[in-house]
């Protein structure tokens, strides 16, 4: 991002040191880096929920571009009305026992 070189860093030193003394340039260090991390945190966290918000919105449209396309062919598919005579569908319900009749014969 910055190209920022031994000699530059070296100039900020030394003026850092002439502006806010040798007793406060470290504690002023310490937090501005601080600061810094910080801030990256936050960026890095922004970043990635953005990215997650990509993702999700991708994963929608994907899903209901499947959606479509599985309700147009439902669509498409048609059922033809029984022909006469043929075979009724199975039940899955148990036939009804109906009592024996007794024999005549016996």
């Known amino acids: 991002m ?5 000699s530059e860093l ?9 502006v806010f003394g040798p007793e406060r340039l470290p504690r002023l260090v310490r937090e501005v880096s601080g600061w810094i991390h ?17 993702q999700l919105i991708e994963l929608r ?9 599985f309700q147009e062919e439902v669509e498409s598919m048609t059922i033809a009305p029984p022909a006469q005579g043929a075979v009724p569908p199975l039940s ?8 024996e009749k007794p024999n005549a014969e016996t």
């Open 61 to 69: 449209e994907a899903m209901e571009a499947k959606r479509l396309k």
């Open 10 to 18: 070296l100039l900020i030193g030394i003026v850092g040191l002439l």
């Open 38 to 54: 910080k801030i990256r945190t936050v960026v890095h966290s922004a970043k990635s929920e953005i990215d997650r918000e990509f």
């Open 92 to 99: 899955l319900e148990p036939p009804s026992k109906e009592p």
């Open 2 to 6: 910055f190209d920022v070189g031994f």
